[in-house]
């Protein structure tokens, strides 16, 4: 049996986990009740703002720990729950999240919170010894420095959930050795496929969150439609896989069935293929090495047409290149590429700046950067408070 924390159970990732391991069970034709199942959930966390989900997840799923990140809403759950006679135990802010990382009987910990908050809590994990299924980018665009030396140094397998690195890691559970030549890690295009940058002055938030084949939270479906998420992925992909940034090529297949590829040095090209559901990838990742029963549908190829390949827009979508830019600058780069992301975003989504000034914030905050190399991370701490401090004063 393994047994697993969620750290961002309410969240699009974190609901899609709970069905996963839901459908699974029932797939496999165990209790209604879940008892018996291969996997156990032991903590959830969740930052507070759907507390009814969070609920229902912990009457459902029974875990042992629960953390609400904002502590008022903690409190609130904790009178929720016993007025209903359950005595879950409730923490609150960063001890609580470490808490639940670090609870002893888990075996695996699904980092599926939003931004940096995930870092702290996975750094603890891997010194626990827990293994990690990897859906927080930012563990490792700003840490993979510390990541990676302290996963191996204990013994921790990083499983990744984002749908291409997910690919890529399948696709390379054959390669015995063999030198890898190139990571072509595709992209769908996001809902501003094709467009100019004069056709996306004047884009609204509504615009940017109809992507056209996956459905996810705010934050990456804006990431998305920029093509900062793939820039945010190209990194994640150089620690991931021990690449360097010319070996990562970015390729637009519109239609996502091709997840990503990976190609050999005699010239062979390994993809792995499936409809555009998140499930697939979580359920790799929590039952690795298994293959468990299709929780998604499957790929009808009598109904695809064609599968179509497109070179990115470096020019209408800066976000991508800037990416580059941060990888081989290094050191805290990557860290301000992210933060000043994530203010952008979040500024854009209140409707204060403009669409293409996403990118824009990003190339200025690069700009002004004095880079350290191999910071710590209270260093990287800093360094995304000193973004957000400086993008605050230019409003």
């Known amino acids: 049996m ?28 165990e209790e209604k009740e879940l008892s018996g199942q291969r996997i156990k959930v032991a903590a959830l966390a969740a930052g507070g703002r759907n507390l009814e989900l969070l609920l229902r997840q912990i009457q459902e799923f029974s875990p042992e720990l629960v953390c609400v990140y904002e502590e008022a809403k903690a409190l609130e759950l904790k009178i929720r729950l016993s007025e209903i006679g359950n005595h879950t135990e409730v923490l609150a802010g960063m001890d609580g999240l470490i808490a639940c990382a670090t609870l002893p009987e888990v075996n695996i910990v699904v980092t599926a919170l939003v931004g940096m908050i995930g870092i702290r809590p996975t750094i603890e994990a891997l010194k626990a010894g827990k293994d990690i299924a990897l859906a927080n980018k930012e563990t490792l665009v700003t840490a993979g420095h510390l990541i990676l030396p302290l996963a191996k140094k204990n013994g921790c397998a990083i499983l990744p959930v984002d749908s291409e690195h997910s690919a890529i890691f ?30 996306l002055k004047h884009v609204t938030v509504e615009d940017a969150l109809r992507h056209p084949n996956w459905s ?5 479906t804006i990431d998305s439609s920029t093509m900062v998420n793939k820039g945010l992925e190209v990194i994640e992909a150089k620690w991931l896989f021990d690449a360097e940034p010319e070996q990562i090529q970015v390729v637009i297949q519109p239609q996502s069935i091709i997840h990503s590829m990976i190609e050999y040095e005699d010239g062979a090209v390994l993809a792995q293929l499936g409809t555009p559901d998140m499930k697939l990838p979580i359920q790799y990742a929590l039952y690795y090495p298994e293959r468990k029963s299709a929780v998604c549908d499957r790929l009808d190829f009598y109904q695809i047409s064609s599968i179509e390949f497109r070179k990115p827009d470096y020019e209408t979508f800066p976000g991508l290149p800037l990416a580059y830019d941060a990888i081989k600058a290094g050191g805290s780069m990557p860290t301000v590429y992210n933060a000043a992301n994530e203010w952008a975003v979040a500024a854009f989504l209140e409707r204060k700046i403009a669409y293409l000034d996403i990118a ?11 880079v350290i190399m191999h910071p710590s991370l209270e260093e990287i701490l800093e360094t995304e408070q000193e973004v957000y401090r400086i993008l605050e004063e230019r409003k």
Do not use: C, W, Y
């Not at 824009?360 to 004095?370: A, P």
């Open 170 to 199: 399948q696709a390379l559970q054959g390669r015995a050795g063999n030198k890898l030549h190139k990571i072509l890690l595709t992209a769908s295009g996001g809902p501003f496929r094709g467009k100019t940058r004069e056709e």
């Open 2 to 29: 393994k047994t697993i924390a969620i750290l961002g159970s309410t969240g699009s990732i974190g609901t899609q986990t709970l069905d996963v391991i839901r459908k699974t069970a029932k797939e496999e034709g």
């Open 216 to 220: 996810m939270g705010k934050k990456i």
């Open 360 to 370: 824009e914030i990003i190339r200025e905050s690069m700009e002004r950067h004095s």
